[in-house]
């Protein structure tokens, strides 16, 4: 069975410009959680959606907002970018989006902000 | 004080020996313990999960939870130079309902052969 799957796996882009990433959970998983992690750094909780509705948010401004689909995957779009926002962007699924379910991780999108 | 932290070393023991990697939590809420592996430049791979106080054993890998002094800990038997990675700890609770992963800033370990 195929994992996460994100994409694109690379992207580059310059200050003030957006970005919208993509995410596919395994099959059979209802809730899409989006980190995000810089470099030496563990990951960071940015949303958790379930069933299309968002459960959780983290601490990251406005310009971070997300959404997911009928299908259960999943969009974060990042606007007006910042050079701080370059990091590797991590989607993760896990079946009903409960704390004691392992969730599983994608490969990840590298941002690079110029 | 952080939530989750992890001595982020580097942990060095030679092939064959026993990695001892340890997380301490400061949330008395955290219900869920995980560990993930990663290699550099690669994306977290779950290894092992616990939610329950003492040992889960699942091959070289044993992790152990305390909740009363507030840490878990991952033990790698025989360990071989492809353990070599950053293991992260990560803690859920239920009083935040989201499931959202905590993560220390992860511990990297150098198997020499």
């Known amino acids: 069975d195929a994992g996460v799957t994100q994409s694109p796996t690379h992207l580059i882009k310059t200050r003030g410009q957006h970005v919208t990433l993509r995410c596919s959970p395994i099959s059979g998983h209802k809730s899409v959680s989006w980190y995000q992690q810089v470099l030496g750094q563990g990951p960071q909780f940015i949303f958790q959606?379930?069933?299309?509705?968002?459960?959780g948010r983290g601490n990251f401004p406005d310009r971070f907002s997300a959404r997911q689909f009928p299908n259960y995957s999943s969009e974060l779009n990042v606007n007006a970018l910042l050079l701080g926002d370059s990091a590797l962007y991590l989607c993760?699924?896990?079946?009903?989006?409960?704390?004691?379910?392992?969730?599983?991780f994608g490969d990840g999108t590298r941002l690079s902000i110029l | 004080q952080k939530e989750v932290e992890q001595n982020s070393g580097p942990l060095s023991v030679p092939e064959g020996a026993i990695a001892s990697l340890n997380c301490t939590y400061s949330d008395r809420g955290s219900q869920s313990f995980f560990w993930y592996r990663q290699y550099s430049g690669k994306s977290p791979e779950l290894i092992m999960f616990?939610?329950?106080?003492g040992d889960k054993e699942d091959g070289r890998f044993t992790a152990q939870l305390n909740k009363a002094s507030q840490y878990v800990s991952l033990l790698i038997r025989d360990s071989q130079p492809s353990d070599s990675a950053t293991y992260l700890c990560?803690?859920?609770?239920?009083?935040?309902?989201?499931?959202?992963?905590?993560f220390g800033q992860g511990t990297t370990l150098q198997v020499k052969p």
């Open positions: 616990i939610y329950s106080n």
């Open positions: 959606y379930y069933e299309k509705e968002e459960r």
């Open positions: 990560a803690v859920t609770s239920y009083t935040s309902n989201t499931g959202k992963l905590i």
């Open positions: 993760a699924s896990n079946l009903g989006g409960y704390s004691n379910q392992p969730q599983h």
